[in-house]
């Protein structure tokens, strides 16, 4: 039989063998192999040792500028010859480890940026090890059913009945779901189109998708992927507690209806990225259901309050959502990436299907087999739901829920600090656990407590004394706590509010100019989704 090789591969098997003598692999790989299993403990074992020391790190962060972290990993980063685990580990703990931020500590209180739980961290490493991937059945027999009941729980948690969904990379990839199904969904229903098949149809540049002002960049982002144009969103004003109510988007209905557009969605917003304010939506739900809108509920941040007897009702009004995004990485406590996207009626997904014969032939599900590659945008996907599960095993709603709560009390308590302190301004009550105010003594300008505030938050992180974020509100600057972290007490908010008027004083006394054009904000520049 004449060889499919080119010519080129066709050397003499017994000729290569004896030009590349290949190495035994063993030593690489956890396979059962007595060198493998060796190496294997070593490695985690001196991963262990460097976390431990970082845990141990007294600061949130070193200081290191952009400049001088760039300088210190300067160098190539795939020599010609390897270098000993062990040696290479340790190398990482001195030049990345130590100069990255410590999520733990009670004072890095920027982001919606978890520390992780010890049991997640633990199924990290099973994650990883385990290798399954989630786009086919014969490559993640158990870990499909797992994701399957992972996600049936929680459809009865938000929806409180039987739903789908699938997990995802986090918020950004769950609200471009929500919208990809939005979009296909009112073509299908309302003017015979399949978009999968035949892409945007006749008049998509009148479709209109409705959010707040303080709705994630994502929103604008999403639509802009899907073909409908960053455009096509329309930030409608919330009340005076940053809440998007029914009556405003009638109006905007209206507006858009007598200009010749068609409204396709509604975004209801269960805690913004700033303030983490919660949406009416049970309000917007009677305005989606009158309006024949799809309902999408991004939780990504506040969706974990399902689980707190004490503020589930805050999320009332979300089982009536089309599909919801939740975030595992934010008050759920989980490693990044974990999130999921929901849908309230399963058949949604159908606009995704499409058979691949390398990895679900049609048929395969007839035959009993389960298939989620066709409910993801993604192909490969980790088995991070075994992340969740075993947290939930280990701990259990009412730990879960107390979590939240802790970090719910120790907003309220912040709030009421700064509340009461001359020089601090608080921008308004917290509605989750972000706490948005600002040094603000009586007699500077608003121009100079812009330049002031910004000093605030880069000195803090340039000595390594803490990790807050900075944004703006009603065109100003403002510091802001995300009080994710369950180790962060009131004595440590005191200390750091203290730190923050020292620094404020000494810029004060200085009489430092203000630049209005460097203020910055977490939201997407040039977003309309800005200055509430």
């Not at 949130?60 to 210190?72: D, F, I, K, N, W």
């Not at 988007?249 to 557009?261: F, H, M, N, T």
């Not at 923050?500 to 100019?513: D, L, Y």
Request: charged share 20%.
């Amino acid at each position: 039989m004449q060889s499919m090789q080119p010519p080129e591969l066709q050397a003499p098997l017994q000729t290569q063998e004896s030009r590349c003598p290949q190495p035994p692999f063993e030593h690489l790989f956890l396979s059962g192999a007595e060198a493998g299993t060796a190496a294997y403990r070593q490695a985690v074992s001196t991963a262990t040792d460097i976390l431990v020391r970082f845990a141990l790190q007294p600061q949130p962060y070193r200081g290191a500028s952009p400049q001088e972290l760039a300088a210190v990993l300067a160098g190539d980063p795939c020599p010609e010859a390897g270098l000993p685990t062990r040696e290479v580990l340790e190398r990482v703990e001195e030049l990345v480890v130590q100069h990255s931020v410590k999520v733990t500590h009670p004072d890095c209180i920027a982001h919606l940026h978890c520390p992780p739980l010890i049991p997640a961290l633990a199924a990290e490493m099973v994650v990883s090890a385990t290798n399954q991937s989630l786009d086919s059945w014969d490559q993640s027999p158990a870990a499909t059913i797992v994701e399957q009941q992972i996600v049936q729980w929680l459809c009865r948690l938000y929806f409180a009945q039987a739903g789908d969904g699938t997990f995802t990379s986090g918020g950004t990839q769950s609200n471009f779901m929500g919208l990809l199904l939005a979009r296909d969904h009112y073509a299908l229903t309302h003017l015979d189109w399949n978009c999968e098949e035949r892409g945007l149809p006749p008049g998509a540049e009148r479709l209109r998708i409705l959010c707040s002002q303080a709705a994630h960049f994502t929103v604008q982002k999403s639509a802009g992927l899907l073909g409908l144009g960053r455009a096509s969103v329309v930030p409608v004003g919330p009340d005076s507690d940053y809440r998007l109510r029914g009556v405003a988007v009638e109006r905007a209905i209206a507006d858009l209806r007598r200009d010749g557009l068609s409204p396709i969605a509604l975004v209801a917003t269960a805690g913004t990225t700033d303030l983490g304010s919660i949406d009416a939506m049970a309000e917007l739900a009677i305005v989606a259901r009158t309006h024949g809108l799809w309902l999408h509920a991004d939780a990504a941040v506040g969706g974990a309050l399902a689980l707190s007897e004490h503020h589930r009702g805050l999320l009332a009004g979300i089982e009536a959502a089309d599909s919801i995004t939740v975030d595992f990485h934010k008050l759920f406590y989980q490693p990044i990436s974990c999130g999921a996207f929901l849908v309230r009626n399963r058949r949604a997904f159908e606009v995704l299907r499409l058979h691949a014969d390398c990895l679900n032939p049609e048929g395969t599900e007839e035959a009993g087999i389960p298939d989620l590659v066709i409910k993801s945008v993604l192909t490969t996907r980790r088995f991070d739901a075994l992340k969740l599960y075993i947290c939930l095993q280990a701990l259990g709603r009412r730990e879960f829920a107390r979590l939240v709560e802790s970090t719910m009390e120790l907003a309220r308590a912040t709030a009421t600090i700064i509340e009461h302190d001359p020089e601090l301004e608080l921008a308004c009550y917290p509605a989750i656990n972000a706490v948005v105010f600002r040094y603000a003594p009586e007699g500077l300008s608003a121009f100079e407590l812009d330049s002031i505030n910004k000093t605030v938050q880069a000195t803090l992180l340039r000595r390594g004394r803490a990790v807050v974020a900075r944004t703006r509100l009603k065109d100003r600057v403002q510091l802001k706590f995300t009080l994710l972290n369950p180790l962060t007490t009131v004595d440590h908010i005191r200390g750091l509010l203290q730190e923050i008027k020292a620094i404020g004083r000494a810029e004060a006394a200085r009489g430092v100019a203000a630049d209005p054009a460097s203020t910055v904000s977490c939201l997407a520049p040039n977003s309309p989704m800005l200055n509430l």
